[in-house]
């Protein structure tokens, strides 16, 4: 076994759980809205805004790369992601693709366990609902973790990690934009209703009809943040 297996204390353990933390907090501020869309991201702003070393901020920084919340400037620079139409339409193509398959996948091979996940995780999204009025929003770390735990419920059937580990990307990379869709919703019960009819076709293990729905489901944070003929 390596010695960095063997000892949590070695040097690249610590390195890598640094470049972590330094991931989950700027990845925090983007998504709350304290790093703007297009800010430019100082590296020695960074190291005093977490108190993390430069090296493993830009190892942060990359990982968040990969996953579209933040780009390169050149000469190692980093400024947050836009948002933009084409920036949603994009995430939503996507989404949409890696999504009705992996329902399909889901469909097709859940169990009873699966199925139980899916009403378990409507219910928990509900009883929060119902406990808050409607102050539920995107960005209370409760509601945040229930809505997204969900719809993770619907695909846990799938039987393919990849497939789940960029439904998770992706549906994080739309959070910014969910934030101002979620305005359209005035009650709770609207919000519910939506999930719920949409777990009833899935459970109910109509293919074709949950592919639809889902796909709709998923358009509808472009059609209610950029309505037709809106600009960026």
């Not at 297996?5 to 330094?22: F, K, Q, V, Y």
């Not at 409607?134 to 619907?154: C, P, Q």
């Not at 639809?212 to 950029?226: K, P």
């Amino acid at each position: 076994m390596p010695a960095s297996e063997r000892d949590p204390s070695h040097p690249a353990i610590e390195a890598a759980t640094l470049s972590e933390r330094a991931a989950t907090l700027v990845e925090h501020d983007i998504l709350a809205g304290l790093l703007a869309p297009g800010s430019r991201l100082g590296i020695v702003d960074l190291v005093q805004r977490y108190e993390i070393g430069a090296t493993p901020l830009r190892e942060g920084l990359s990982r968040l790369m990969s996953r579209g919340l933040i780009v390169g400037t050149g000469q190692r620079g980093f400024r947050v992601a836009d948002v933009s139409r084409e920036d949603l339409l994009d995430i939503t193509l996507m989404r949409t693709a890696v999504e009705v398959e992996a329902i399909r996948l889901a469909i097709t091979h859940g169990d009873d366990a699966w199925e139980a996940g899916i009403v378990s995780a409507l219910h928990q999204m509900r009883r929060h609902i119902e406990r808050t009025g409607n102050e539920f929003s995107e960005g209370a770390d409760d509601f945040d973790r229930l809505h997204k735990g969900f719809h993770t419920a619907l695909l846990a059937g799938c039987g393919s990690k990849r497939l789940l580990a960029a439904h998770s990307d992706l549906y994080d990379q739309a959070y910014r934009y969910r934030r101002v869709m979620m305005r359209s919703f005035d009650n709770g019960k609207k919000f519910v209703r939506a999930h719920q009819l949409l777990a009833d076709r899935i459970i109910l293990r109509d293919i074709a009809g949950a592919q639809a729905m889902l796909a709709a489901h998923l358009r509808s944070t472009m059609d209610i943040v950029y309505p037709s003929g809106s600009e960026s």
